[in-house]
């Protein structure tokens, strides 16, 4: 699954209050066949299986998962049985009367259910047809526990069976699902049964069920047809990704060692959106919400084009990592997240080397992977995971971010040649099997020849960030000897306890070769690196660790920034930046690093520099400091500004075409006059066109002139909202209404809340947009309205995503809001979101006390 950019962010995400048992073993089921018929306009569908089970011990009871289906029938091998519902445990208890014998059986049911309106289960995508008639298009999310919500089922990764499924589809629509449909028949009343061909054993959580007024197009990749599906009338736009997808499969084939096992490799569009993720990895049909999948040549930024390739190497990364090979249980969910993040890099570092992929992803993932582990609320990447809200807060930052730099870090410590030898030794062992991480340690290990364990545990099974300090540098007979410390990083004191890990590292002397260290224990540790001159740790930055420089270290490393990489320009910023927030060091290195940064510099370092000042202004209190750093940040900007311009020159590359998003977002939102005035400019001529801002700078502009609407200003975004038919595009201006800064439009924003006027996914985007610039007021306004709030997000969602709203506040009296909100709504076993929300606040607050006098005082430097 790919998270939703907003969710990724979040320290973690939950899920409703009840537990989970685990099911018994000795029923395994080998095949189902499932037909489900929805009844899209009442909500409802009704559904029947037979389940093929194989008994390994004599049993009185057979146990499986259900939630929220009403079963009407159950029979083993043709006799009715009696049975019970957990619903705590979302169970389906079975009680035949005397004991099932070993051996083979065969269990039927019927039911119903319902078709939900946000993503869990069986759910509807409401939207306009390009004309403006209303249509709806049905689709399924079954991770994590979802698909109970569908079929009773064995609904745990391990319990990999044979799926055949069959539905019906209304006269005028298309369904599709994992496999191609091996029957397609018109009955009397003008709707279409299908049945799908028998997909290969799988486990539940990877079905997949559509259906609606849809296009296709295809291409072939070798033996395999990729597929896009979209609503009618905007297939072309899934050409970008078809093109991609196709490069990607041959790429996956090769780096796997195993060809894709299924004859077609569909990619669904839904027009919708979601608060918790953005697409999901079903084996064969891939499905993902339009933006993440659809390139609109019209409106889309070459970020967006960027996170369009990502997105779809991400789930086909998960077609290997994931659907052929599964992890046993949730506790190992990082292994599948953090590898499909990881390849999203290792791919666009292989097929578009114009977009730096592996710096970005120093700049980005690998800062937002330190960023959330640096509080003393985040966890090992490995925990026991038991109960369905521990299964969605299994889903943040840790398990997708850090994950994604472990697995780079043993990447570059292992070699790229090794690393994918051993890749590919676990695909060939445990194919259409489960695993245990160990077991990928094993065929690592196997294919190093040297234990990777020992370093894999110190990183996985403990929290936090290790911190590599030199103390001493000394040029000695022509080398030179460097002196390393280790201990934890972090945030706030309550998480800067003694604690050492294994730290793989490459160092040493710029234009000298690298030696290799492994940084041990929290003594002195010496490393002799070869030549003399300035010393650079942790090269390429490939290492999960932060490194602080001595003040000489210091010193060179600025002298000589133009010589270092990219990623260890990227990194020592990252670095600098947080060693500061985190008291170890003044904020004055980092400032001297950014003074390190010509005008002509690879834009990647200004996007960065651009997304940490944003960050700055904040620290200071609202009134004359804030304004005077929020000054500052626009005329160390201004000058870059300059250089990139509104419109793209034609061979500017990539990265130039990003910088400039970011810029003028940081710029709007500071108060640049000139942006602000652009952003007016540019409102005014699309109320005319809806095509007439360029598509690269699009997004930012609009983000900028909802950030500084006026009230009319305000009035005229909701008049274009209320009229727009493209479903993506009536989306993002949804969120453009809860953007602005002023308090009564905000307020306006949330009184739409309350109106039937917009879909229960875009009232919660919009929602979450108001809490962006206002939290106190957008989770105030929640706790008042929690029953409305409930319906909008999904259930995974829901317990995180009311303390999530209040996350940003200054208010000194929001930490024990959130808690009280936690105590009164929440079980305790939902609490543990709201808990590290808390917990990032409270460090927050520190790093706020300890930076403000520098802050204030850069804002009040000239030039
Ligand atoms: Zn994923």
């Not at 009296?813 to 929300?837: D, S, V």
Request: charged share 20%.
């Amino acid at each position: 699954m790919k998270k939703s950019l907003a969710a990724a962010l979040l320290s973690a995400v939950a899920t409703p209050a009840f537990a989970v048992g685990q099911l018994p073993p000795g029923v395994t089921p080998l095949t189902y066949d499932i037909t489900v018929r929805p009844n899209a306009k009442a909500m409802t569908f009704s559904g029947e299986e037979t389940v093929a089970v194989e008994v390994t011990k004599p049993t009185s009871t057979i146990v499986l998962n259900a939630a929220d289906l009403k079963i009407s029938r159950a029979t083993l091998d043709g006799k009715v049985v009696s049975f019970r519902i957990d619903e705590a445990k979302q169970q389906l208890i079975l009680s035949p009367g005397s004991a099932v014998s070993v051996g083979k059986h065969s269990l039927a049911f019927a039911w119903t259910g319902t078709i939900n309106t946000s993503a869990a289960g069986l759910f509807a995508i409401d939207y306009s047809n390009t004309d403006g008639s209303p249509a709806r298009m049905l689709v399924t999310q079954f991770e994590a526990p979802d698909a109970r919500r569908f079929a009773p089922l064995w609904d745990e990764p391990a319990f990999k069976a044979r799926f055949t499924i069959s539905t019906v589809a209304p006269a005028g629509q298309t369904a599709f699902s994992n496999m191609p449909a091996s029957s397609v028949t018109k009955q009397a009343d003008g709707t279409s049964l299908y049945r799908f061909a028998e997909t290969p054993k799988m486990s539940s959580y990877l079905m997949f069920l559509g259906m609606g007024d849809v296009e296709r197009k295809t291409v072939m990749a070798g033996k395999t047809e990729i597929g896009v599906i979209t609503r009618r009338g905007v297939v072309d736009q899934g050409d970008y990704s078809l093109a991609q997808a196709k490069r990607l499969l041959t790429y996956y084939n090769d780096y796997f060692g195993q060809p894709y096992p299924l004859p077609k490799l569909d990619m669904i569009a839904g027009p919708g959106s979601s608060q918790f993720f953005g697409a999901m990895e079903n084996w064969g049909a891939i499905f993902y919400f339009e933006p993440e999948l659809l390139y609109d040549a019209k409106r889309a930024t070459q970020s967006g084009k960027q996170r369009i390739f990502t997105v779809v190497s991400h789930e086909m990364a998960h077609q290997w990592f994931g659907d052929l090979v599964t992890m046993n249980w949730w506790d190992d969910l990082w292994l599948n997240e953090g590898f499909a993040s990881w390849m999203e890099n290792k791919s666009s570092v292989d097929l578009n080397p114009e977009w730096y992929a592996a710096a970005t992803a120093v700049a980005q993932d690998r800062e937002g992977a330190l960023q959330v582990d640096s509080t003393s609320g985040t966890h090992p990447i490995i925990r026991h995971v038991e109960t369905v809200d521990q299964i969605g807060q299994a889903f943040d930052g840790i398990t997708y971010m850090k994950g994604q730099a472990v697995i780079g870090m043993l990447e570059s410590t292992l070699g790229a040649e090794t690393f994918r030898a051993g890749i590919r030794g676990y695909m060939a062992k445990y194919k259409y099997g489960n695993t245990a991480t160990d077991q990928l340690w094993q065929e690592l290990s196997a294919a190093a020849k040297t234990p990777v364990a020992a370093i894999a545990h110190d990183f996985t099974l403990q929290p936090g960030v290790p911190l590599v300090t030199m103390t001493d540098t000394r040029c000695v007979g022509g080398n030179t000897l460097v002196s390393l410390t280790q201990g934890r990083f972090a945030y706030d004191d309550s998480a800067k306890q003694a604690q050492t890990w294994r730290v793989p590292m490459t160092l040493g002397v710029l234009g000298q070769p690298d030696v290799r260290a492994t940084v041990r224990g929290a003594a002195v540790q010496p490393v002799t690196a070869t030549g003399c001159g300035t010393v650079v740790l942790n090269h390429e930055k490939a290492s999960y660790a932060r490194v602080q420089y001595s003040p000489a270290g210091h010193a060179a490393i600025v002298r000589d920034f133009a010589k270092l990489k990219l990623t260890d320009q990227l990194g020592t910023l990252g670095d600098d930046f947080a060693l500061a927030k985190g008291g170890n060091q003044r904020l004055d290195r980092y400032f001297a690093d950014v003074g390190a940064i010509g005008i002509e510099a690879n834009p990647l370092l200004w996007q960065t520099v651009a997304s940490q000042m944003s960050d700055l202004d904040g620290r200071v209190a609202k009134g004359p400091a804030r304004d005077a750093v929020g000054a500052k940040i626009v005329r160390t900007l201004q000058p870059v500004m300059a250089r990139v311009g509104f419109t793209a020159a034609g061979d500017e590359g990539a990265l130039t075409a990003t910088l400039r998003e970011t810029l003028i977002s940081v710029l709007g939102d500071h108060g640049d006059a000139a942006v602000i005035a652009k952003s007016r400019e540019l409102f005014a001529a699309l109320q005319k066109n809806p095509d007439a801002i360029p598509a690269p700078i699009r997004a930012p502009i609009l983000g900028v002139f909802a950030h500084n609407a006026t009230s009319a200003d305000w009035d005229a975004l909701l008049a274009l909202t209320v009229a727009e038919k493209n479903p993506v595009t009536k989306n993002s201006y949804v969120r453009l209404l809860g953007a602005a800064k002023d308090d009564a439009l905000a307020q306006n924003a949330l009184a739409l809340l309350s109106t039937d006027r917009f879909t229960a996914p875009q009232k919660a985007s919009l929602l979450r947009a108001v809490a962006n610039e206002h939290p106190d007021m957008a989770f105030d306004f929640a706790v008042a309205h929690i029953a409305l709030v409930n319906t909008l997000v999904e259930t995974s969602t829901r317990a995180g995503f009311v303390a999530g709203l209040g996350a940003g506040s200054d208010d000194p009296a929001m930490p024990a809001k959130i808690n009280a909100f936690a105590t009164a709504n929440l079980p305790k076993e939902a609490r543990g979101a709201a808990t590290r929300i808390v917990s990032t606040m409270a460090a927050r607050r520190q790093v706020d006390a300890r930076i403000r006098d520098d802050v204030a005082a850069w804002g009040r430097t000239s030039s």
